[in-house]
């Protein structure tokens, strides 16, 4: 029978520390060939845009799918997220789990394990742009993977936002959390530099890069947003992506940069590619490196599985009638 796990059972369940460990299996098992992922596909009528990912991967014997709808009203609502997970083997389902907090944890630990192989290992500074629900992910994974980091700028439109999330994340993370109210200065300092924000526009000026800087643009996922400028994707030395077929419909950082003439395809690097070996990391503490972000269902696929056979072992969740 198929296991229902609510919002609060994962939460409960799926730790960073589970997610990045399955996260990072995932693009291993995908450069291998045992897993793919699938692009999203956007579906939008009368007001709303069904979103649908996908993935499956053989080395867990499981395949998925995860729904969410867009409602445009006076802002954008995502109502629902759900996953369904399949068992390959025999084609039954073997979950439904609700997944609000599942994807932000997942968007967090992708920006985690590429900054695991593309970041400076002694890095000690990271700017955060944005201080909303998916920035808290993106610093806890990002904290877990840079042992020495001491000290995170973060950088929002609201300063007293940025001061409560400063707040909040001390609470949780053992990291000195300043609220900065200078982006030039706080990018300038930074060893790693994250962007999760809803900015339709470059959020700092890529002349404002220091050399051997790592970049997690985790925030612009359709065509039509950028977050960081053509200049910072000129400069990155190296720039990887979670999926080049994604990201060549939907990053709009790399696609605004390709159409000023600054960006060649054939440089883009996939991150399994990296993860498992078959292109090379970081090659010099002064090589300016680049994640794009776009969140993948094979990340869905991974973490989905993962907090079933949590569950399980612990006894959590609703059995379903559903075989």
Known sequence: MALFLR??????LLSMEHALAAVENAFVEQARGNAANFP????????VSINILCATSAALDAAAIKCYPIVRNDISVGSSFTVLVYRISTGAMIGVLEANALGQIRTGAASG?????LARAESRVMTLFGCG??????????????PKLERVNVVGRSAER??????VMAERLDVELVAS???????GEADVITTITGSREPVFDGRWLRPGVHINAAGSNFAEKCEIDSIAVRRADLIVVDDVTVARSESGDLLAAEEAGGLDWGNVKALCQVVSGAEQ???????????????????????AVRTLELARSQGVGTELPIR
């Open 7 to 12: 919002e609060e059972d994962v939460r409960r």
């Open 40 to 47: 999203r596909q956007r579906s939008a009528s009368h007001g």
């Open 113 to 117: 394990i590429a900054t695991k192989y």
């Open 133 to 146: 629900w998916q920035a808290e992910s993106q610093l806890e994974a990002i904290s877990a993977v840079l």
């Open 162 to 167: 940025a001061q409560r999330f400063c707040r």
């Open 181 to 187: 109210g200078d982006p030039e200065r706080a990018v």
């Open 281 to 303: 990391k970081r090659m010099s503490p002064t090589q300016i490196t680049l994640f794009e972000s776009h969140g993948l269902g094979l990340e869905d696929l991974a973490v």
